[in-house]
Nanobody, 119 residues
Framework: QVQLVESGGGLVQAGGSLRLSCATSGIIFSRNAMGWYRQAPGKQRELVAAIVRSGTANYADSVKGRFTISSDNAENTVYLQMNSLKPEDTAVYYC?????????????WGQGTLVTVSS
């Protein structure tokens, strides 16, 4: 059974930094790309960063140069270092494999962690 537990969110001023963590179980890191997604109020969930098993990372244009994704394969944990945060980064952040884990016809998600950036 897949479990995804995100943490590290909070309230931060624009220009500040946060580091998100995601503890996972049931996902074999060596076989899956892992990603961080976010969903802002009234918007669809979007993939903002992904890391493949070779360590290569890809980022959405909106966060490139400010966010860094990393993983600890031995601990099955994924991190997202977020610097130079902007109010538009305000969202609930989720981790998952890329593409997301599915159980039957449904995607499996954790509870997410809320990031609020004040101007």
């Amino acid at each position: 059974q897949v479990q995804l537990v995100e943490s590290g969110g909070g309230l931060v001023q624009a220009g500040g930094s946060l580091r998100l963590s995601c503890a996972t179980s049931g996902i074999i890191f060596s076989r899956n790309a892992m990603g961080w997604y976010r969903q802002a109020p009234g918007k669809q969930r979007e993939l903002v960063a992904a890391i493949v098993r070779s360590g290569t990372a890809n980022y959405a244009d909106s966060v490139k140069g400010r966010f860094t994704i990393s993983s600890d394969n031995a601990e099955n944990t994924v991190y997202l270092q977020m610097n130079s945060l902007k109010p538009e980064d305000t969202a609930v952040y989720y981790c998952n494999s890329d593409p997301p884990v599915r159980s039957g016809n449904f995607e499996v998600w954790g509870q997410g962690t809320l990031v609020t950036v004040s101007s």
